[in-house]
């Protein structure tokens, strides 16, 4: 059967019109329509990367919902690795297919369905399908807390959920110029690391900090941190002033102290300003090797001292990877990865399988149980297409 062309507009009026958390059974009613789709599903990737849980739909069970799927080497695994749809018999004379929900990079599931028959124009719709839930997803979760729901796969204690909160609600951009991705395990007791990012006109911003102790007090303080930066930030003021919104801010209404690193990357050049707060240093791939990039360090936010920012600069080439990450990434049991080694090792991965990989090699060396907060934000710089000196995005090396 290969049913009629996607009309996407009727598909997002259809979408519209339906409470947001019926975002599936939009989908998954346009499916049967067309195609006699017997079974559509929508799986959440959770909050660690891990694992997956099932939102069902159309005659999906109860039990899919709650009952979460190891994601590593499985199909779906292979599936959200490689952006691919994959196709294969169901075993009862139909065809199980599994596409990628994917919006700018953020790969936020998978959708399964099981048809009928699967020629290539009806997996191309079903494509164009899970292309249009992507952004309906995106769009309604802003008024539902379904879609949170979904990635849990844990008890979330009220310091994980206010940190969670404070991050950008996509872990992964892309552009022509760029591509980013950051992952944050947090600690057993929350040790208030945050990551952000945003874009205007003709500058990426970003910023990965650490906000000092742990539980609550971590996550309080990593708001008004995070409060503070992006007020700053949204002023139109560059990094060196969004450090010193960030150090008042700390000063005039808390004790504690933060570590933390901004950058601002014109996308026109490729040069790239940066603040180092008492950060670690980040990790730099370039042409085959990894080292770190040597900052100048200057006092954390918050000391109450007198402090000047030194603003620094680094030109960012063509196929540059740049490691942004937290010290839980070096300490205690983390401190047995050998991260330049990952990096390298990962240099071919998308940054958000990269992100994956050396998080997930954390967590193993700490056997689950982190006792700080591991971050990373990867930034893969492709040039300005426009430029002379410019490439298309693509991998490293």
Excluded at 178 to 206: K, Q
Excluded at 286 to 303: K, Q, Y
Excluded at 332 to 360: K, N
């Amino acid at each position: 059967m290969k049913g009629e062309d996607l009309e996407l507009g009727e598909l997002l009026a259809a979408a519209e019109a339906a409470p947001p958390g019926e975002s599936v059974e939009v989908v998954a009613r346009d499916l049967q329509k067309r195609f006699g789709a017997e079974r559509v599903s929508f799986l959440f990737v959770d909050l660690v990367g891990r694992r997956l849980v099932r939102l069902a739909a159309a005659g999906g069970d109860e039990a899919d919902r709650t009952e979460p799927i190891d994601l590593r080497g499985s199909v779906y695994d292979s599936v959200l690795q490689s952006q691919r749809q994959h196709a294969e018999p169901d075993g009862q004379g139909g065809q199980r297919v599994i596409t990628p929900v994917t919006n700018r990079g953020d790969c936020i599931g998978v959708l399964e369905v099981t048809l009928p028959t699967a020629d290539d124009t009806v997996l191309r719709q079903v494509r164009d399908a899970a292309h249009a839930l992507a952004y309906i997803i995106v769009t309604d979760r802003r008024f539902t807390d379904l879609y949170h729901l979904g990635r849990r796969t844990t008890e979330t204690s009220l310091a994980a959920e206010i940190q969670h909160q404070l991050l950008p609600s996509a872990a992964c951009c892309e552009a022509d110029q760029f591509t980013l991705a950051g992952g944050l395990i947090p600690a057993d007791d929350i040790g208030g690391d945050t990551y952000d990012y945003t874009l205007d006109g003709d500058t990426l911003h970003l910023s990965i900090t650490d906000a000092m102790g742990h539980d609550t007090n971590s996550a309080l303080l990593a708001t008004l941190l995070v409060g503070a930066l992006r007020r700053a930030r949204r002023s139109g003021y560059n990094a060196l002033n969004q450090a010193h919104h960030a150090h008042q801010a700390l000063l005039s209404h808390s004790r504690g102290l933060a570590t933390g690193q901004l950058l601002c990357v014109d996308l026109q050049t490729g040069r790239c300003e940066l603040i180092n707060a008492g950060h670690p240093w980040p990790l730099l791939l370039r042409d085959g090797t990894v080292e770190e990039v040597r900052l100048a360090v200057n006092l954390p936010f918050g000391v109450a001292a007198p402090i000047s920012y030194r603003l620094q600069e680094l030109q960012l080439r063509p196929r540059d990877r740049l490691v942004l990450l937290t010290d839980g990434m070096q300490e205690r049991g983390a401190a047995a990865v050998d991260l330049a080694s990952v990096v390298l090792d990962t240099r071919a991965l998308h940054p958000r399988e990269a992100v994956r990989s050396l998080t997930g090699a954390v967590l193993d060396a700490c056997h689950g149980n982190l006792k700080d907060d591991a971050t990373v934000l990867i930034l893969d710089w492709h040039g300005n297409p426009r430029r002379p000196d410019g490439t298309r995005p693509g991998v490293n090396p």
